[in-house]
């Protein structure tokens, strides 16, 4: 075993937290938290200390495949792979034009650095369209950012007065640094608060000084009403709303005509108890709230997030400490431009933040429509189980001319394409995220590897590189200048960088290969992949510059080797509170307020119902639930999990007993898209009316003697992609409407 401790990241969520390991062989054999990260502090959750199951998993590609027309698969060597998939691009393009070729993916919770190379291929072949998991959860807080500021917030949960979390369970989901600790320090501190919005009593909501339990599917009832306790009760930051927006007056307009009482019974909250909330919320010094997917996944989505920032904009709490805040962002994770709304091609579904609403694909396919995607390249993702009806999400997949899928293991989507492209693992290749959203403080860690890739294997940028140059679109010519500027250094490079695209700009279109061909080669023993770091580093500083140096880069070279040469990761940029006001995207730097269509679904609340539930699917299944022992489905060696083998379906004691439920019995779940059987959990952490299945269930997993186990339900079996915002088509996963029965033994 190496006795060194090696940093690296967990990355089974979006927080990354740093983590030092003892290998042994190919094993993580020791893991624990990276005090020297410098976000995570040394911090982790239960799930980081099993990540070798996703090391040592045995279901690994070991070479490309090609798929024979009887559906099975041959083992092909990389040069044939390469060759075939490059060449079956560009006849696409040739004939029906690029924009038909779909990219799906880029990275999960932990690598996004391969996708960072895949837009040198898709430009040059044409491919115009793109989507990701993304597109099922954030598109609409991300229209809904763009109007409001032009940019992406974050709460400062650390030093908040009070918190809100809404459809939120920060306990189990995470989602900013050192989450239960932080949730913990507010606990205890008798001058700051938690409020809670939530049908179900989590392990947050059990924490907090307020829940308000709202019954399923009603979020935009209690928020609206929250929101016009403020302007109803003068509650609001009046000075605030004077300087620093505009249109704040319709917004108080359709608040004042708010029936609290009356919505705070339509939600099931107490109205006294919604009332001093909020007053909470309007005496705090500081407020910092944060939506997630229980209500970016269930009705009136969009309005909702709208709703939900009222809170912290009438009350002024941005750009002070404990606050929200607008961030850096290191990588183009998120397009800060996200209204300017696209359609897609064949159903017109608005495009936002760039991407396809994911509950649009199915239809963009499945169609004669001379505009319909013809062929695909999903990298590092599995939409065919994770998106919304995985059995018309199968059709069109298999409907496609083109379906080649880069990835570590032979997922459910892998299984339909016509080639698969073996991908060494997180921990076999440079890594980084681009979940990088802090503030004052922002992280950029970029991971080395820990091991060879296995063999047969490729990092993605070799396997983008490698297409790219088959393409044959960049010439050694072109290349050359760079080549010999980077030997000498990286400030030869930058010179010769800007000569290079100043006197050829059709270079642009493929920079990340550019980098890889010409620094990568000269970067430290594993490192080449870290090459498009160095383009993004040069744009952090142009983008940041006093944040980048106060945090001790003195350029952009600098940052970049800071990045190579900091193990546990790097602050990046270091804020001042006054530099959020800067980073409002709109022109005049100031909130723009009113969104005159949102504000008319306000008004509709009055006369709109708030579920959809029906005679015949009476329940509200909550599809993909986070808990203990989910994570996202990279992790398919089921033995992984201490608890919850089958992902239990969690009711109510209430419906237990009128369906005849029992602890541990079977029960079916039917809803209008489809049925599967699930272990009963009798909860008191469920309304009445309301279940919940986990997420990462229902994947496939080959044991050591060839038997195949798939614990649990792929939710997406029972959702549909027909239940979906109007504004980012973001599906209503955790709002589907469900009959259960009890399946006798
Ligand atoms: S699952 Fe998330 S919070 Fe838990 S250790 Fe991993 S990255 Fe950190």
């Known amino acids: 075993m190496s006795a060194e401790w090696q940093p690296t990241a967990c990355i089974l969520c979006e927080c990354n937290c740093g983590i030092v390991v003892q290998t042994e062989g190919t094993t993580l054999a020791k893991i624990r938290g990276d005090k020297d990260h410098p976000a995570s502090q040394g911090y982790t959750c239960n799930k980081a200390l099993r990540l070798d199951y996703y090391q040592s998993n045995p279901n690994r590609l070991t070479s490309p495949l090609r798929r024979r027309p009887d559906g099975s698969y041959e083992e092909i060597d ?142 935009a009832w209690c928020l609206a009403a929250m929101a016009a306790v403020l302007v109803q009760e003068n509650l609001c930051d009046e000075t605030f709303l004077a300087e620093h927006t505009h249109g704040e007056e319709d917004v108080r307009a359709a608040l004042r005509e708010v029936p609290v009482g009356d919505y705070a019974q339509r939600c099931g909250v107490q109205e006294d108890l919604l009332r001093s909330a909020v007053r909470r919320i309007a005496a705090a010094e500081s407020v910092s709230v944060f939506e997630d997917l229980g ?86 993702s599995n939409p065919a189980h994770s998106i919304a009806d995985s059995a018309a999400c199968r059709e069109a997949f298999e409907a496609l001319e083109l379906l080649v899928v880069i990835d570590v293991t032979m997922t459910e989507t892998a299984r339909l394409a ?33 091991f060879d890739p296995l063999e047969g294997t490729l990092p993605e940028p070799e396997i983008w590189a490698r297409l790219v140059r088959e393409l044959g679109v960049v010439t050694e010519e072109e290349l050359q200048p760079l080549r010999e500027a980077a030997e000498k250094g990286l400030d030869a490079y930058l ?28 970067l430290p023993e594993g490192l080449a992949g870290a090459a498009a770091l160095w383009g993004l580093a040069q744009k952090a500083l142009m983008t940041y510059p006093k944040a980048v140096q106060r945090a001790g880069h003195a350029d952009g070279n600098a940052l970049f080797t800071a990045i190579l040469n900091g193990r546990s990761g790097v602050t990046f940029t270091e804020h001042e509170y006054a530099d959020d006001w800067a980073l409002i995207g709109h022109p005049d730097r100031k909130f723009e307020l009113a969104i005159p269509d949102l504000l008319d679904d306000l008004r509709a609340l009055k006369d709109a119902r708030p579920g959809l539930t029906t005679d015949e699917f009476p329940i509200v299944l909550s599809a993909g639930e986070r808990r203990a022992f989910t994570a996202n489905d990279i992790l398919r060696n089921p033995d992984w999990r201490k608890r919850d083998a089958d992902g239990a379906l969690r009711v109510s004691a209430a419906d237990a007993e009128a369906l005849g439920l029992v602890d541990g019995g079977r029960a079916r779940i039917t809803t209008a898209a489809g049925s599967a059987e699930a272990t009963v959990e009798v909860s008191e952490a469920m309304l ?30 029972l959702t549909s992609t027909e239940w979906r915002d109007a504004y980012a088509g973001t599906p209503w996963h955790k709002h589907v409407p469900a009959r259960i029965e009890a399946v006798s033994a």
């Not at 040059?124 to 917030?153: C, M, P």
């Not at 459809?167 to 700051?192: C, E, H, Y």
């Not at 698969?420 to 950029?444: D, G, I, R, S, Y």
């Not at 960088?497 to 980098?515: I, R, W």
């Open 688 to 717: 009445a009316g309301h279940a919940a299945l986990p997420n990462g269930y229902g994947v496939d997993f080959i044991d050591a003697d060839g038997g195949r186990r798939v614990p649990g339900v792929a939710p997406n079996e």
């Open 295 to 380: 209500i970016q996944q269930a009705p009136n989505s969009t309005l909702c997030s709208y709703l939900n920032k009222m809170l912290w904009i009438l009350t002024g709490s941005f750009a002070k400490k404990g606050s929200q805040h607008l961030h850096s962002m290191f990588g183009p994770l998120i397009s800060a431009s996200s209204s300017g709304v696209g359609r897609t091609p064949v159903t017109g579904a608005p495009i936002v933040a760039g991407l396809v609403p994911s509950n649009a694909i199915p239809q963009e396919i499945l169609t004669d429509h001379p505009n319909r995607f013809r062929a695909m390249i999903v990298e590092s």
């Open 418 to 450: 016509h080639y698969v492209l073996p991908a060494a693992n997180q921990f076999e290749k440079c890594e980084a995220t681009f979940f990088n959203l802090e503030f004052p403080h922002n992280t950029f860690h970029l991971r080395h590897r820990l």
């Open 78 to 219: 990389w040069d044939t792979a390469i060759s075939e998939v490059a060449e079956g691009f560009r006849r696409i393009a040739d004939d029906h034009g690029g924009d038909k070729i779909f990219y799906y993916g880029g990275g999960g919770q932990g690598n996004h650095l391969g996708g960072a190379y895949s837009g040198a291929f898709l430009k040059t072949i044409g491919s115009r369209y793109r989507s990701n998991a993304l597109a099922q959860e954030k598109t609409g807080e991300f229209w809904v950012d763009a109007h409001l500021y032009g940019g992406h917030t974050r709460g400062e949960f650390e030093h908040a007065e009070v918190s809100v979390f809404i459809g939120k369970n920060p306990w189990m989901s995470q989602s900013f640094p050192r989450a239960r600790t932080v949730l913990n320090d507010i606990a205890k501190d008798p001058d700051r608060s938690m409020i809670v919005i939530d049908p179900v009593l989590t392990d947050t909501a059990s924490m907090a000084d307020f829940h308000l339990r709202v019954k399923p599917g009603t979020d």
């Open 495 to 522: 010179q010769a960088f800007f000569v290079a695209v100043g006197t050829n700009p059709g270079l642009n279109k493929t920079l990340p290969f550019v980098l890889y061909e010409t620094l990568g080669p000269t």
